[in-house]
């Protein structure tokens, strides 16, 4: 189950890194972000390209490795829950308006929220039902 949902991840990170980086002014029209000519979309291309392709080589390593499947749990449950921090924030500071906004931000609690339970079942699995007392 946990190999199935970490393709699944890597394959929705490289999906959207694809797509920021082929339209980076169609992807950041959807979300309301404004590039600037230049410098501005060099930044949108590492970051929203860049940084999410490598997200989704590091999910698609802990699908294929066992070895790596905890941490790529770990690693996936700590990104999707500082992404519903701060977009939480951002909802609570700025008028969002665009409804691919809102879409992110159902996606990211999903994306937690299921990591949450495969990392619990993982920890159980293995005999490691407290995580934060293991030993590195």
């Given at each position: 189950?946990?190999?199935?949902?970490?393709?699944?991840?890597?394959?929705?990170?490289?999906?959207?890194?694809?797509?920021?980086?082929?339209?980076?002014?169609?992807?950041?029209?959807?979300?309301g972000?404004?590039?600037?000519?230049?410098?501005?979309?060099s930044?949108?291309?590492?970051?929203?390209?860049?940084?999410?392709?490598?997200?989704?080589?590091?999910?698609?390593?802990?699908?294929?490795?066992?070895?790596?499947?905890?941490?790529?749990?770990?690693?996936?449950?700590?990104?999707?829950v500082?992404?519903v921090?701060?977009?939480?924030?951002?909802?609570?500071?700025?008028?969002v308006?665009?409804?691919?906004?809102?879409?992110?931000?159902?996606?990211?609690?999903?994306?937690?929220?299921?990591?949450?339970?495969?990392?619990?079942?993982?920890?159980?699995?293995?005999?490691?039902a407290?995580?934060?007392t293991?030993?590195?």
């Amino acid at each position: 189950m946990a190999r199935l949902f970490l393709v699944l991840v890597a394959t929705l990170y490289g999906s959207l890194a694809a797509w920021c980086s082929i339209d980076p002014a169609g992807t950041s029209k959807v979300v309301g972000f404004s590039l600037q000519r230049g410098a501005g979309q060099s930044e949108f291309l590492t970051v929203y390209g860049g940084l999410e392709a490598g997200m989704a080589l590091m999910f698609m390593a802990a699908a294929l490795w066992e070895r790596l499947r905890f941490s790529g749990l770990l690693n996936c449950f700590l990104i999707h829950v500082c992404l519903v921090l701060f977009r939480s924030g951002g909802f609570l500071l700025y008028e969002v308006e665009q409804a691919m906004t809102r879409q992110l931000a159902v996606g990211e609690w999903v994306l937690a929220i299921c990591t949450a339970v495969l990392l619990w079942r993982e920890c159980r699995s293995r005999g490691r039902a407290n995580v934060v007392t293991e030993k590195a």
